[in-house]
């Protein structure tokens, strides 16, 4: 069993940063994949960033350098880096990670980018 809770969400102006961080707990091993999505409302959830254990990082392109997803495998916390934040943004963000055959969520924390 795996728990993951997010936590650094909030209301930011256009341009700002914030750092989301997701702390995990269980079985955890620091070869799991882990990951942050994003879901708009009526939207689908989509990927804004992956880390796999030997510090491979992935971006979707919307992110265009904005943001950075890292691991502190000691205190098995995910963190996602987010600068120049815009409007379209705004959106309840999940981490996940994968172990043992399954993908666990955690419960999102909010995020709103707005003036």
């Known amino acids: 069993q795996v728990r993951l809770v997010e936590s650094g969400g909030g209301l930011v102006q256009p341009g700002g940063s914030l750092r989301l961080s997701c702390a995990a707990s269980g079985d955890i091993r620091v070869w799991n994949p882990m990951s942050w999505y994003r879901q708009a409302p009526g939207e689908q959830r989509e990927l804004v960033a992956a880390?796999?254990?030997?510090?491979?990082?992935n971006y979707a392109d919307f992110v265009e350098g904005r943001f950075t997803i890292s691991r502190n495998s000691a205190k098995n916390t995910l963190y996602l880096q987010m600068n120049s934040l815009k409007p379209e943004d705004t959106a309840i963000y999940y981490c996940n990670i994968g172990s043992g055959g399954y993908t666990y969520w955690g419960q999102g924390t909010q995020v709103t980018v707005s003036s």
């Open positions: 880390i796999v254990g030997g510090g491979l990082t």
